[in-house]
């Protein structure tokens, strides 16, 4: 399912499709980084995702994160460099989000 959460927003194996909350993301993260999509950030890891259809594999699931997942790492190493916290808005909540159909944490 989370797979399946991740297309219908609009991260697909053919790119992001238009008018999707992939779209808005990508423009919102665009203008805030001065015009372009940062490697990492929470939309060019779900579009990686997305084209492959590994959201889910990485430990990104419908019920949250799995334990010594790519996805727990990523969890820990965005919390440590946030001072012990993972920042709403932040890629691992993003996907997490997005992963359970929800629409992001985009501020």
């Given at each position: 399912?989370?797979?399946?959460?991740?297309?219908?927003?609009?991260?697909?194996?053919?790119?992001?499709?238009g008018?999707?909350?992939?779209?808005?993301?990508?423009?919102?993260?665009?203008?805030?980084?001065?015009?372009?999509?940062?490697?990492?950030?929470?939309?060019?890891t779900?579009?990686?995702?997305?084209?492959?259809?590994?959201?889910?594999?990485?430990?990104?699931?419908?019920?949250?994160?799995?334990?010594?997942?790519?996805?727990?790492?990523?969890?820990?190493?965005?919390?440590?460099?946030?001072?012990?916290?993972?920042?709403?808005?932040?890629?691992t909540?993003?996907?997490?989000?997005?992963?359970?159909?929800?629409?992001?944490?985009?501020?």
């Amino acid at each position: 399912m989370a797979d399946q959460n991740v297309r219908n927003a609009g991260f697909t194996s053919s790119g992001i499709a238009g008018g999707s909350l992939a779209s808005s993301m990508m423009s919102h993260e665009a203008r805030a980084s001065g015009g372009g999509v940062p490697s990492g950030g929470p939309t060019s890891t779900l579009q990686g995702m997305g084209a492959k259809g590994t959201t889910h594999s990485s430990g990104f699931t419908s019920s949250g994160i799995s334990g010594g997942s790519k996805a727990s790492n990523m969890m820990s190493t965005e919390a440590a460099s946030h001072g012990g916290g993972v920042p709403r808005g932040g890629t691992t909540s993003t996907v997490q989000s997005i992963s359970m159909g929800g629409k992001g944490g985009r501020r």
